[in-house]
């Protein structure tokens, strides 16, 4: 992420955490998400239709929806979502706090301690699929690794204690 290159750490776990908020917000699921040299490009399932009409018009349908998430969007959703949280929000990962926001806070921090240079993961029914590139001094290589939707429970739970240490 150029906008925070040179940084003391790359800081995924606070970027992840905002453009989670925003998708807890829009009610996207079944996400996907790549990074690009200027920022994210999500993809997910949001539900279209209105509340008039017949009742099959009512329910909706699901389409595929696709969004690009520059650095500046990244910052203005960090800022935003401090201030939230700086308003008297409930705790970090209590009360207004949707799946997608403390989900993909614990991926961030789980990625931070990897240092990768891209990022791609994808989530089905709660479960993230993450692959890392991860350069190093022999080159890059891919890290692949599978979080179910108890491990990403069991690490949102922990987050507290992690916060401490």
């Known amino acids: 992420m150029r906008i925070y290159e040179g940084s003391p750490r790359q800081d995924f776990e606070e970027v992840l955490r905002s453009i989670g908020a925003f998708l807890d917000q829009r009610g996207m699921r079944e996400v996907l998400l790549v990074e690009a040299p200027d920022g994210f490009i999500v993809q997910g399932l949001v539900t279209e239709g209105s509340d008039q009409g017949t009742w099959s018009e009512s329910v909706g349908r699901l389409a595929k929806e696709t969004l ?27 009360g207004q706090s949707g799946y997608y926001e403390r989900a993909l ?3 961030g921090r789980w990625i931070d301690g990897r240092r990768p240079r891209d990022v791609f993961f994808f989530e089905q029914g709660g ?29 949102v739970a922990r987050g507290p204690l992690a916060r401490q240490a």
């Open 68 to 94: 690009t998430f520059l650095d500046d969007d990244i910052a203005r959703f960090m800022e935003e979502a401090i201030a939230r949280r700086a308003g008297g929000a409930s705790g970090p990962d209590e």
């Open 105 to 107: 806070r614990v991926l």
């Open 127 to 155: 479960a993230f699929v993450v692959r890392l590139h991860i350069a190093g001094a022999q080159g890059g290589h891919h890290e692949l690794a599978e979080f179910t939707r108890d491990d990403i429970e069991e690490m």
